[in-house]
């Protein structure tokens, strides 16, 4: 069983490293910086699905209870000015 006090360990690790939120429904929710989810003592406030620009335009309410398991994601690649790895 997971608590809030896990989910801000995750969002204020440092360097921050994404995760994956699984519930006991299966459904997964990935957070790629540590604003995109907002924890209080029952939940979690995370977006629905990744956005290609970054930037979510809505967020769901997952509640900690239904929380089974969170996965570390592979952090993304740094990005470059001009555009070359």
Do not use: W
């Not at 994404?18 to 459904?27: D, S």
């Not at 809505?58 to 555009?83: F, K, W």
Request: charged share 20%; net charge negative.
């Amino acid at each position: 069983m997971f608590s809030a006090d896990d989910i801000l360990a995750r969002t204020r690790r440092q360097p921050f490293q994404p995760f994956r939120i699984v519930t006991t429904t299966g459904k997964s929710y990935e957070i790629h910086h540590p604003d995109q989810a907002m924890t209080t003592r029952r939940c979690v406030n995370v977006p629905p699905a990744p956005t290609p620009d970054g930037v979510p335009d809505r967020y769901v309410d997952v509640a900690i209870l239904h929380i089974v398991e969170i996965q570390d994601m592979a952090p993304a690649p740094p990005a470059t000015s001009n555009g070359q790895a």
